[in-house]
């Protein structure tokens, strides 16, 4: 009877662990497939967050009834598709709608503008070019990950999010050294905004101008260091605010700047420069036929480090810190959730310093590449 009654207490206490270890292993595959979902929702909003927008929006929300609102104002869309054509960005209604322009249709498809028919058809075709499959421009069909959109693409000139950033550090550039410019012609004693840019000028001519230029030919180029130094700190300093800009991790951004240096050390550059190049003195005859290709590729290759040195450290800070931002949102618990926020305050602190060094950086260099431009024979 003893045993018998063992029994039953074993099989009854087996069963309830049977169904515990279940229960849970249910509710762990549901945690684990919210947070899943939840990965990728963080990982779609640090995509979008690394791209440039035709609207300039503040912020949004999806109300509970899955409506997204937003808040901000539009932009000038333009487009040359067989002719001019302009309209304001509010029309595509941040890819929900269709704009209609002089009987031509246009849908945002990922920030990308494309010409489609009156219902905002996206065709989709694979890595030869086949098609695969269609949907609209709200994405109501499933979409294949190989796939690309095949409609065709006007050439797009509007101005985006970062366009206006750039217009307005760049007017903002213009009026306060403008004052200042006005300020010294009255007296040589710094005033106001000033005496916080005077000693910021000072280091870019004296700590990074003359060392690599030289005393006597620097002041030709101390415009451009200066204006390439102020700007890309202040639009790095911009990237860390909500506004959500991102202009140096736009490599279009990057390229331009780079070309500007690479314009510049070419068409400045003295008779020396270019016989270290194509004829390096000093050296045999079959080894100068070698290392010219190789000395002409270099200068190809200084402005490609310069795109890719900003381009590539402002978006992995930028990925980095907001990948730490959106751990907030899975810990969900009193240990980890403050740990994420501590150490996403800390990288905050971090990338102001980023943002100071990597516009030193892309200075220096610049001013280093003009020095070797100008650099006089010394044999």
């Known amino acids: 009877m003893r045993y018998s009654f063992f029994s039953k ?29 939840l990965k990728t929702q963080i990982k779609e909003y640090i995509d979008h967050h690394l791209l440039d927008s035709h609207d300039f929006n503040l912020y949004s929300y999806t109300t509970e009834e899955g409506e997204h609102k937003y808040f901000g104002f539009p932009l000038p ?47 989709f075709g694979g890595h030869h070019g ?10 109501e069909n499933l979409v294949v990950d190989d796939a690309h959109p095949t409609n065709e693409k006007p050439l797009d000139f509007s101005i985006t999010k970062n366009v206006v950033f750039i217009m307005a550090v760049a007017l903002l550039m213009f009026l306060v050294f403008r004052s200042m410019a006005k300020r010294y012609q009255k007296s040589t004693m710094p005033r106001g905004l ?30 451009y260091l200066l204006t390439v130094f102020f700007f ?22 990057t390229f331009a700047l780079a070309m500007i240096t690479y314009l510049i050390t ?10 270290h190049i194509f004829w390096m003195p000093g050296v045999p005859v079959p080894m100068k036929i070698i290392l010219a290709p190789i000395e002409l590729l270099g200068t190809f290759i200084k402005p490609f480090s310069l795109m890719i040195r900003l381009y590539a450290n402002i978006t992995a800070g930028h990925v980095v810190l907001m990948s730490i931002i959106g751990l907030m949102f899975i810990f969900k618990n009193w240990i980890g959730s403050p740990l994420s926020f501590l150490l996403a305050f800390a990288l905050s ?15 220096m260099l610049s001013a280093l590449y003009f020095g070797m431009a100008v650099e006089e024979d010394h044999h």
Request: no cysteine; glycine share 8%; aromatic share 12%.
């Open 9 to 37: 207490k074993l099989v009854a206490v087996i069963f309830l662990i049977a169904g515990f270890v279940s229960a849970q292993n249910q509710e762990g595959e549901e945690v684990e497939t919210g947070a899943h979902d």
């Open 77 to 123: 869309v333009i487009l040359w598709d067989n002719g001019l054509k302009v309209f304001l960005s509010s029309e595509l209604e941040h890819g929900e709608s269709v704009a209609e322009v002089d009987g031509n249709y246009y849908a945002l498809y990922h920030n990308k503008i494309y010409k489609t028919d009156a219902e905002g058809t996206i065709n």
């Open 130 to 139: 086949e098609e695969t499959h269609t949907e609209d421009a709200f994405g």
């Open 194 to 223: 000033g005496r916080f840019l005077e000693p910021l000028v000072l280091f870019v001519r004296d700590e990074i101008a003359i060392p690599n230029i030289g005393e006597h030919k620097y002041k030709r180029y101390m415009s």
């Open 232 to 253: 890309v700190w202040v639009i790095n300093l911009l990237g860390l605010t909500p506004l959500g800009v991102n202009v140096t991790n736009n490599i279009a951004v």
């Open 266 to 275: 070419t068409f400045t550059g003295n008779k020396n420069y270019w016989k």
């Open 349 to 363: 602190l971090l990338e102001l310093l980023v943002a100071a060094l990597q516009a030193y950086i892309f200075t």
